[in-house]
């Protein structure tokens, strides 16, 4: 933890923040009293972010869980022991419609949903990954140009979890067909367009379990709450579904209503005993 004195103005820590791309470091300083929000606000002062409601800062505490900072809480009081004192600046909410962000701010959501599609939290079929993955290369390569562009000059490129050969094949061939001279700004439009229109677009799957004992994934983002089994959305409650959400120790409990009848539920996704029926869904976080 670093931190040195003033005699005008007490104890003052650093701390270092991760920007999305991993390579850009921000040191910050702040006071005892300085809570969680003023720290996201310096990043999003020094970013030109105007939109900063949908940021937030992760960090890893002691016991190695993540944690995002409290932006109502002092930040010492949530990270006293945490040395060093590293934060990660992330996308906490996902906008519905991502084109209502202004430019920096649909910047910093690009490549957080570039972040999604490596680390595997956006599933996808392999004709979207490889869409997707064609326009990263766009943006960041530019033109298809066979004299610098040869054999599999994507494999150095990071582009997704699961980046086969096959479809590094895929990604070249759709970054060839490409309209030359397109604007970089349109490239990133075309990507947040189709990334916006899939299932687990702005959720963080965290593993689940079914009353078999099988693993599933829970979901949370703008339009309700969703189970995922091997990749595929198999549960989706809307929001004015929901009728109220609690917490039961580690059991997340989503009472619903439903006015269709034929929606009534036969669904068991808990480690133990969590049931659905049409008044009640249960679900065992692990």
């Not at 993540?66 to 009081?77: A, E, H, V």
């Not at 990263?136 to 979890?161: F, K, P, R, T």
């Not at 091997?230 to 059991?251: L, Y």
Request: glycine share 6%.
């Amino acid at each position: 933890m670093s931190m040195f004195k003033s005699k005008n103005e007490g104890n003052i820590y650093k701390c270092t923040v991760r920007l999305l791309d991993d390579t850009e470091l921000i040191e910050c300083e702040f006071q005892p009293f300085h809570r969680g929000n003023y720290l996201v606000e310096y990043i999003c002062d020094q970013l030109n972010i105007k939109e900063r409601d949908y940021f937030g800062l992760r960090y890893v505490d002691n016991s190695k869980q993540r944690q995002w900072l409290d932006l109502g809480k002092p930040i010492l009081k949530q990270i006293k022991d945490l040395d060093p004192m590293l934060f990660s600046f992330r996308v906490k909410f996902y906008p519905a419609d991502p084109f209502r962000l202004t430019n920096q701010g649909r910047t910093m959501l690009y490549q957080q949903l570039k972040r999604d599609l490596r680390h595997g939290r956006i599933y996808c079929s392999v004709g979207e990954a490889a869409a997707l993955g064609s326009l990263i290369v766009q943006e960041e390569l530019g033109d298809y140009n066979e004299e610098i562009h040869v054999e599999n000059y994507v494999a150095s490129m990071n582009l997704a979890l699961r980046q086969t050969e096959s479809l590094e094949r895929k990604i070249i061939e759709l970054h060839k067909k490409r309209e030359p001279r397109q604007n970089p700004s349109e490239v990133v439009n075309e990507f947040l367009s189709i990334v916006s229109s899939l299932e687990t677009y702005g959720i963080d799957p965290h593993p689940v379990k079914d009353h078999r004992g099988s693993q599933l994934y829970i979901g949370i983002n703008y339009t309700g709450i969703s189970t995922f089994i091997c990749g595929k959305r198999s549960q989706h409650f809307r929001w004015n579904e929901v009728q109220k959400i609690n917490f039961e120790g580690k059991m997340f409990i989503a009472h619903l209503s439903y006015t269709d009848a034929s929606r009534e539920a036969k669904l068991a996704v808990d480690d133990r005993n969590v049931h659905l029926n049409r008044q009640e869904r249960k679900i065992m976080k692990k």
